[in-house]
DNA sequence: TTGTAAGCGTTATCAC
DNA sequence: GTGATAACGCTTACAA
């Protein structure tokens, strides 16, 4: 078979050689590194749409450049579910941002030890990165990314050594508004947690109970560092209707709190359908706080008393410092403050039953 | 220089090399595309272990392959706000899957003749292209992607020519929740579109006005079959708090409609938040279908009268049609079919007032 | 401004 | 079961 195969896609030689010029002079066409007479130019861009080239093929280019412009990005969970949670949705959106500068775009990764299917963080041709909630299920998978010798850069978890990490003060942020309602003279006070491990288990758990998910872990902390005492009940995910569920539960007794710490909004929107089911009104019966700074589609009229989180700035902050792993820059961990912010969901504790 | 260069990382040469095999040996070790002794795998593996070689260099692979084990998934919009549909979070899930048999990975990338920045169609090292909602703005990548030789599919969209599509039986759904409400004795119905063109404006429109977008166009026609002289309205996007907006709207009015045929179930969960707030009974004073079939997180205690569509076999389908073309399949497009279900939030018409 | 040469790291093919 | 060879398609010093 000779070189004028006719099915073969066109390669930059191809066209170089029908431009009449060689190769690397196509090449720099294509890739502007070196300046190029008009007519040089001219005449390659002819050859190209002759022959219908469209461009370097980008799987030799990144072996040559030893870059294949893509950033991985690792979930622990199943891809929808991490969709389903308005700040990872966030997050993604400032990741993206972040690693533009780059010129870089983003392959959807699962932590999955299990299926041996799709790319994993050993064999996807990623020049760099970014775990998000890095439990310790995900070490391993850190270990193979830091034998390859990528940069790596971990968002709201443990990764151990030296591993970048993005954080956000959860704890003291939590514990600001607990203040917020120990100001407000509440008292009777329960905390609705995120998940507490892999299995979601629902329900009270004791202050021995073994909390390895971070985020709630700290959360708790926080909130615990102004109600010692308080119970916490813990969620199965960061959902409305777990929320809902939840409150139902805590708000059914005859005891009843006066307020109630949810760990997300998501789970503080729920407790108030749980309230308004009730007929409690909040913040009159009842003040919910929620943690995110979210918008909860379809809470209006309730503006929550919350913390936002900058969740799109985490996750570009995330992309940057990829970026500038790549660039030779010695890793940096980077940590983010919530505000606070009070809105019509907490009010004065109620005079005592 | 010499190639003892020790601040190299390891290939496989090298690997082998020090396992005393040739260098194709070695990548059989890896590949196991051939079976090779236990003692020769034992050394080689030996031996990476020793140089901290941690398999194939995927660029290099890739290249040699002329496979990259990735494909695009191109949105028209925002990646943050595609993931806030719940009905594309699906359906990536279902892509997800559906790539997996390939053994690929999803790049997200965005249709943005503008930026420059980040990876495009033209510059991503994929084996296949996904597009979701392609719209005339989107013709321009297809192009591209099809000069490229490289398979592509539509989701939902008018791709033109032979580009197979996956598609959906809009109209005649919508058209089944139409006669619903009129075997109920709907006569007074209102229909709350999704947007119907880029620039999203809200309110009634007419019927001479150009909706560009097909979902939006193909409901709309489903529900004119059977309600002829219904009025439109539009929202701006699908989410509750437009369904709401547009719900005050729709029932302000002395001349109430009785129905409400949404195009989406967020939509839906809107008007009947709308509906609550005016002290309007559902499904007793006010009859409300949605469209998709998702969970709307916090919409209990009702049940939506919906048109299920099957978003994830959607994707799911998609992943597989990509899949099928790189194995030199020819090209078919697929049609979808949802499936009516009658909730709680559609019953018989009030009597006149 | 253009051309030459030397890989980038892997794997398919085929012979042994 | 193993090894030699030849691409895969491109980019970038460096020389002209």
Redesign the interface.
Known sequence: MKRTDERR?ATIADVAREAGVSASTASVVFSGKTPVSDATRARVLAAAAAL?Y??P????A??RR?R???VGVVFEE???TA??D?VK??M??GL?EG???L????????DDES?E???SL?????DAAVLIGCSPLMRRSLD?VR???IPVVVIEGDAGGDIPRIGLDNREAQRHAARHLRALGHEHVVILTLPVNADRPRGFFGADAEVTVDVTRDRLAGARDVYPGAPAYAAAGS???EG?AAGRVLLAGPDRPTAIIAQSD?LA??VI?AAEEQGLRVPDDLSVTGFDGIVV??L?PYALTTLVQPAADKGRAAGLAVASMLEGASPVSMHFTCAFREGNTSGRAPAAQ
């Not at 093929?57 to 030799?60: F, K, L, M, W």
């Not at 010129?103 to 699962?110: F, P, W």
């Not at 050993?122 to 990623?126: Q, R």
Request: charged fraction near 15%; glycine fraction near 20%.
């Open positions: 896609r219908g469209t461009g093929d980008p799987r030799a990144s072996l030893g294949s412009g893509i199943h891809l929808g969709f389903l308005p949705t966030l993604m959106d993206t690693v533009a500068g010129g870089a775009g983003l392959l959807l990764l699962r299926a299917t799709g790319p050993t064999t996807a041709p990623i193979t034998a390859r010798g959902f409305i209707d809902l998501l929107a729920g359908r589609d379809g209006a």
